[in-house]
């Protein structure tokens, strides 16, 4: 039955089909966890450890101590001291059967974890959220693929659950037109006095500076980012957007060749993107580097006085979504995708399940795609969602009895597929093909 939300937007629950049976393991299954001891580390080596399917866990870290403690969460986890950058990776990754990275930056370690992995022969999983080191990835497909590799990129929460998300939303559409992911910024607890940014952090402040590669006009292209977009949300209303680097905008194409539009942005108070935006000019200029602007973010913002007014609506913002604008049934029409729950652990927690529910996938047989891969392509929406709902707990939405993958839909006021355009600084420079 399809229920009505206030503003019209028909709203259309999705059955999700069982979880698979748990099935014992057919063989002995190592599994390398890379950054172990970090907070989505932690959070991958809980979740391994309590599937069947693999009977060691290897929790690997620079720091063999924390490693140590982190392998206490089940007698068959080890840690192991393990720097990547020095040490011996292929003696790390001897005999395993499959590796997960949640070790970042992956600009820094991404193409040095991936290429390891296909040289041992394990399947590989990781929650890379940087477009420069997935392009990079993807170039390995071939060789991932003649050594009987599954490496699934970008199985986090962004990229990874969003990617699922379009790829469902697309589905209500006879022809997907434009695909945009997006999710909240939010905060992290500051690392320890003198110690690094947090690896969140750096990154968020990579992809909000310089330029970063976006797909519109159906090829791929350089823009600057935290361009500010309005984004017609079925049973929401008008959505302000920033524009952020990620993932998405470039492995979507692939899957969807007709997009003219794929982009992912982030949703918050318009003066923290102000500030945010501050930070970014002075990094650009030249003035301050990344290091000390992943500072200035972590140390947060003083709200102005005459920041706007919150405006209550009659349904909180999405938080993880995605949003999809084409034609069905010969009219144009937006439709949304997003989570309602979500599991215990913030930020942690919504990463690294689903990164170890690619791996249990890849074990159980579900993911049989050979080669350098990425959620939407690889893996069914309907039995990953289905997966994950036993983790999410958390309500985001004001109603908690919304289903947990709530899929809305609406015609297009202006009768013309798309969203409002861009208001920011720089022109879009076009990509060779």
């Known amino acids: 039955m399809n229920v009505k939300s206030g503003s019209g937007a028909t709203t259309h629950p999705t059955p999700t089909p069982s979880p698979l049976p748990a099935t ?15 907070a989505m580390g932690r959070a991958a080596v809980a979740s391994l450890a309590a599937m069947p399917e693999f009977t060691e866990i290897i929790a690997a870290d620079l720091d063999g101590a924390a490693a140590s403690r982190v392998a206490e969460v089940a007698p068959h986890v080890r840690g192991v001291a393990l720097n990547v950058l020095t040490d ?18 992956f600009t820094t370690f991404g193409e040095l974890t991936l290429t390891a992995a296909i040289a041992a022969g394990c399947h590989y999983v990781d929650i890379n959220d940087d477009w420069e080191p997935t392009l990079t990835a993807l170039e390995h497909s071939e060789a991932a693929a003649a050594a009987g590799v599954t490496a ?77 977009r309005t984004v017609p949300y079925p049973g929401y209303g008008p959505l302000e957007a920033r524009l952020i680097g990620h993932p998405e ?8 060749p007709g997009l003219s539009v794929s982009e992912n942005l982030g949703i918050g108070p318009g003066w923290v993107f102000d ?37 209550r609506r009659s349904r909180r913002a999405p938080g993880l979504w995605a949003w999809a604008s084409g034609l069905r049934a010969g ?44 959620p939407e392509e690889a893996v069914d929406p309907g039995e990953f969602f289905a997966l994950f709902e036993p983790f999410c707990v958390n309500p985001a939405l004001s109603d908690d009895a919304a289903p947990f993958l709530l899929v809305a839909s609406e015609p297009s006021a202006t009768g013309t597929a798309g969203t409002t355009p861009f208001l920011g600084r720089g022109e879009a420079e076009a990509l060779p093909q």
């Open 88 to 105: 011996d990776l292929d003696a790390a990754l001897d005999g395993a059967w499959g590796v997960l990275s949640a070790l970042g930056p």
């Open 249 to 256: 905008p470039v492995t979507l194409p692939r899957t969807f």
């Open 152 to 228: 699934l990129i970008g199985m986090g929460a962004s990229p990874g659950v969003s990617n699922l998300l379009a790829a469902r939303a697309a589905r209500e559409l006879d022809e997907p037109r434009e695909l945009l992911t997006g999710w909240p910024i939010g905060t992290l607890d500051a690392p320890a006095p003198g110690g690094p940014p947090n690896a969140a952090t750096m990154h968020f402040i990579h992809q909000t500076t310089g330029t970063v590669r976006v797909h519109r006009d159906g090829e791929a292209r350089l823009v600057a980012p935290l361009q500010q």
């Open 331 to 374: 009219i144009e029409t937006h439709v949304s995708a997003e989570l309602t729950r979500f599991p215990d652990g913030g930020m942690a927690g919504a990463t690294a399940i689903p990164a170890a529910l690619g791996l249990q996938l890849i074990a159980r047989g579900s993911v049989k795609a050979r080669g350098v891969v990425t």
């Open 24 to 38: 014992p393991p057919a063989r002995a299954r190592r599994v390398v966890v890379l950054g172990a001891a970090g």
């Open 275 to 311: 500030a945010i935006r501050a930070v970014a000019a002075r990094v650009d200029s030249g003035e301050m580097t990344q290091e000390d602007a992943a500072r200035a973010v972590e140390a947060g913002f003083e709200k102005p006085a005459d920041a706007a007014p919150y405006v």
